[in-house]
């Protein structure tokens, strides 16, 4: 089982969109997505802050879970997305200051495009 079946299988409990094929994601469902993302952000954020580990843990994973739900909404392969995303960001190297990791030259985005048809 994937990270990505588990929220799957989540949406298709609740009867939320969960479409077998690829195809855009309604205004609706959009608006809902991004309020989520920014609540699940906002509680992350403030256990940070306040060093509550264990919720610190619990909200990163609820925020995975939500972002991993808009792959689940566009009806997307999510374990190839995840993988091509992986090995693309592999290819990155250390930034010099332990930043964010940087694109070296020649470095190529994941192509996500046959994904969908």
């Given amino acids: 089982m994937s ?13 939320q969109l969960a ?6 994601i309604p205004p609706e469902v ?3 997505r991004i ?4 609540e699940e952000l906002d509680e992350l954020e403030r256990a940070l802050m306040r060093g ?4 610190a843990a619990q909200e990163s994973v609820d925020l995975a879970y939500v972002a ?3 792959l689940v909404n566009l009806g997307a392969d999510g374990d190839e997305a995840w993988d091509r ?16 990791p ?13 994904l969908f048809p």
């Fill in 35 to 38: 309020r989520l993302l920014r």
């Fill in 102 to 114: 940087v694109k070296p030259a020649g470095w190529q985005k994941p192509d996500l495009e046959d």
């Fill in 3 to 15: 990270f990505f079946s588990d929220v799957r299988d989540f949406h298709l409990k609740f009867g």
């Fill in 68 to 70: 991993l739900g808009v």
């Fill in 30 to 32: 959009i608006s809902f």
């Fill in 85 to 100: 995303v992986h090995e693309a960001n592999m290819a990155k190297e250390p930034h010099p200051r332990g930043m964010k």
């Fill in 19 to 24: 479409p077998a094929t690829p195809g855009p």
């Fill in 52 to 55: 509550q580990l264990a919720e």
